[in-house]
């Protein structure tokens, strides 16, 4: 991983010096061509200045003529070695002399240089300027310089390529140095995934705060956490996982066990009672049919398989109809179940699964409570109707309010009174709410009693 995004890194810097510099390189020589041509031009300007008076021979110096022609090629001798060479052109717009090579006389503007202008172009690997100015006679006197223009591979971009390797350089060091930076938390990640994977849900990712400020955390930080997270998820499933197979087995055991010592006594003959033995077996027999009948549920709930027929239910209907039937258990508890049904209050709801929502909560509440438990109903905005069911008890830690619709879950401070520690009853709770629209929450304070509510679509009156 960390050579693949070196080479990616290292790949983008090329490609970007590659571009860079083509358009770099294409614009500098376009510059200095421009540059070039206006130079060659003025001085074409300043030779061809001179022209008219180094040809002009007054009559009086027609004895001396050739002396002074001697003097003229000496001047165009001179003018040719430093690339500027003297043409005519007669006042017909025919060309006396020899042009430089490579210009060619297709390449001038007769008329443009015998009105004093200037020309320049480039032909090749020669660049060419040319300024005329005419005579008394009317001829042209042309000054014609040329140059040649620099090398492709000329000094800037010899440089250039020199800039480039050490910026290339520069950017591998970076390159590695930046991919280690970011694959040692990635290469972290993936051990402690195989750890994980492997059975250790004990590891752990260091983290630390982000620099990055206002932009928000950093990903690889954020990765790790999500990673932290995600163990002590499973960590914790796998501990309610474990606890849940011991509270399954010892609430399995101990009705097992009372229907096996009973069944053995009427069977050997040994029981004074067998109505009172039988009544016993019959009692564990229903703890062991709600267990089991609990645990169905609540996988016909995670796999989606449970079949609801809702329907508009009075509410107090369906709180006194519970009442009815949990009543004498909280009585058997010593405590006192207080019910508050309001008569105008409808849900949408499947009547039978809200009895078994508001029995779990009752039963959860007869095992904290500590005198009385109270049923109310109450209309809230948004078109839910709230069943609250609170108890006096001891209260729930708020360690422990986040996680007690989980399955599994059970609270750290376990009540006195418990007739199973399965752990699944709220969660079939939030089940239930959440399949028939509505959802579950819970308010405790320790020392003060706990509320769960229950919440159901209104339906209209």
Known sequence: ???????????????????????????ARASLRQDTLKRMERQTEVVANLLPALNAV??????????????????????????ITQVVIDPEGRLVGDLPTPVRPRALDIAELQANGVQSGGIGSKLWAASGRQVADGSTLVAVLVEPREPLFGTTLRYYLLAAAASVLLALFAARALSKRLTRPILEAVSATESMAKGDLSVRLPTHESSSGSDGPDELETLKRSINIMAEGLQRSQGLEQQFLVSVTHDLRTPLTSIRGYAEAIADGVTPHPAAAGATILAEAKKLERLVGDILDLARLSARQFRLNPSKVDVSTLLEEAHRSLNP??????????????????VWVDSDRALQVIGNLTANAVRYATTTIWMTARQEPGGFVAIDVADDGAGISPE????????????????VRQESGAGIGLAIVRELCLAMGGSASVASQLGTGTTVTARFPAADS
Request: overall charge positive; cysteine-free; glycine content about 8%.
């Open 1 to 27: 991983m960390t050579r693949r995004i070196t080479m990616g890194i290292l790949s983008l810097v090329v490609l970007v010096l590659v571009v860079v510099g083509f358009l770099t390189f294409g614009l």
């Open 58 to 83: 007054d009559e009086e110096d027609r004895p001396n003529a050739e002396r002074i022609n001697r003097t003229r090629a000496r001047i165009t001798g001179v003018l040719n070695t430093t690339g």
């Open 329 to 346: 258990g909280a009585t058997a508890a010593g405590l006192q179940l207080k019910l508050n049904a309001p008569s105008d209050l409808y």
């Open 400 to 415: 422990d309010l986040p996680y007690l619709f989980e399955r599994l879950y059970q609270a750290h401070n376990q009540p």
